[in-house]
Antibody, heavy 118, light 107 residues
Framework: QLQLQESGPGLVKPSETLSLTCTVSGGSIISSTHYWGWIRQPPGKGLEYIGSMYFYGTTYYNPSLKSRVTISVDTSKNQFSLKLNSVTASDTAVYYC??????????WGQGTLVTVSS | EIVLTQSPATLSLSPGERATLSCRASQSVSNYLAWYQQKPGQAPRLLIYDASNRATGVPARFSGSGSGTDFALTISSLEPEDFAVYYCQQRSSWPLTFGQGTKVEIK
């Protein structure tokens, strides 16, 4: 069964870079039918799409975050990663990684809370 | 960007009752709409995709309908485990967007 697990620092200082990794197990990240994406959810609020990537490198970013976001993949480790730079308190959220099938998110990680604070 | 507006914000019902949740798109999304369920402390779970197709393992009491700009998620008879927040999501155009959610709470 496919499992996704987010990892990374739970606390990031303002103006610094948020870095998270999603490790995929029970299946390969090298898939002709799936993208791999990131979604976030501020505490008590709704879901916001951040961006996605295909295993060979094609990426799509939400225009609202595009200038600050980079998503990359490491096929040798079956992982993909998120970097969000110049963070502020408004970037505090639970960050989820997920598998996309036809742009539906059909498998999710458990999520990891990242707090931006000095 | 396509805006999805869900209503009502909160739905207060008793177990066994029928729940109908609405999602309206700011422009047509054809049938490219999904519904997710999220319980406290958990990740969302895909329930319905392409407006009316149940995802694997989703009970038959969940059904989706609609096309264009108006969609509905119906839970025919609420079970205790169905009390949660529900989100719609469109994939008609980028960026992918979600509605703000409807909370189904126990009356």
């Amino acid at each position: 069964q496919l499992q996704l697990q987010e990892s990374g620092p739970g606390l990031v200082k303002p103006s610094e870079t948020l870095s998270l990794t999603c490790t995929v197990s029970g299946g390969s990240i090298i898939s002709s039918t799936h993208y791999w994406g990131w979604i976030r959810q501020p505490p008590g609020k709704g879901l916001e799409y951040i961006g996605s990537m295909y295993f060979y490198g094609t990426t799509y970013y939400n225009p609202s975050l595009k200038s600050r976001v980079t998503i990359s993949v490491d096929t040798s480790k079956n992982q993909f990663s998120l970097k969000l730079n110049s963070v502020t308190a408004s970037d505090t959220a639970v960050y989820y990684c997920a598998r996309q099938f036809k742009d539906w998110f059909d498998s999710w990680g458990q999520g990891t809370l990242v707090t931006v604070s000095s | 960007e396509i805006v999805l507006t869900q209503s009502p914000a909160t739905l207060s019902l008793s177990p066994g009752e029928r729940a109908t949740l609405s999602c309206r798109a700011s422009q047509s999304v054809s049938n490219y709409l999904a519904w997710y369920q999220q319980k406290p402390g958990q990740a969302p779970r895909l329930l319905i995709y392409d407006a009316s197709n149940r995802a694997t393992g989703v009970p038959a009491r969940f059904s989706g309908s609609g096309s264009g700009t108006d969609f509905a998620l119906t839970i025919s008879s609420l079970e205790p485990e169905d009390f949660a927040v529900y989100y719609c999501q469109q994939r008609s155009s980028w960026p992918l967007t979600f509605g703000q959610g409807t909370k189904v709470e126990i009356k």
